[in-house]
């Protein structure tokens, strides 16, 4: 699904730097990484979305939803023994989820030329949750039914 997100994205710096001594997104710990994303200060974080995009051109939110929870079901009757935590396993899905994400940004940029995608919108400082419930799309933080990945398409930056 493509939506026009023209004039409605939501950036915030939190993203790329501390803001009043709280750390950056990318340094906010999650399960198996106590520090936050292992590629921050390594090639991250990546440059600011209006450095990247020109946003005062028109730009969209390419979003894919996948059902987890059908997924979740699929490796249970193949996996019997596997736990929840197992079945959930990013490993499983979620190159797959990026694929389709690709493709659906590819197909949309090959029909309006000149354009160019990011499927990491976050890390250049794009606040995805709030942007997605302006443009009344739901997305839930922690899924457990499903997942929702979002790309930011838009035209470059002029250097």
């Known amino acids: 699904m493509i939506v026009d997100v023209t004039n409605k994205l939501i950036i915030d710096p939190r993203a790329h730097s501390r803001v009043n001594g709280e750390p950056a997104w990318c340094e906010?710990?999650?399960?198996g990484h106590k520090k936050g994303c292992p590629n921050y200060g390594k090639g991250c974080?990546?440059?600011k979305v209006d450095v990247y995009f020109d946003l005062t051109m028109p730009h969209w939110f390419a979003?894919?939803?996948?059902?987890?929870?059908?997924?979740v079901e699929r490796m249970r009757d193949k996996h019997p023994e596997w736990?929840?935590?197992q079945c959930r396993c990013v490993l499983y899905w979620?190159?797959?989820?990026?694929k389709s994400l690709n493709i659906e940004c590819s197909d949309f940029i090959l029909?309006?030329?000149?354009l160019?995608?990011?499927k990491i919108p976050e890390a250049m400082g794009v606040n995805v949750i709030l942007t997605m419930k302006i443009?009344?799309?739901q997305i839930i933080i922690k899924p457990i039914d499903e997942v929702c990945k979002v790309a930011l398409i838009g035209s470059p930056a002029m250097e």
Do not use: E
């Open 111 to 114: 029909q309006h030329r000149g």
């Open 63 to 71: 979003i894919h939803r996948f059902d987890l929870k059908a997924h």
């Open 83 to 85: 736990s929840d935590r």
């Open 45 to 47: 974080p990546l440059p």
């Open 28 to 31: 906010l710990p999650y399960p």
């Open 94 to 98: 979620q190159n797959g989820v990026r």
């Open 135 to 137: 443009i009344d799309q």
């Open 116 to 118: 160019v995608y990011h």
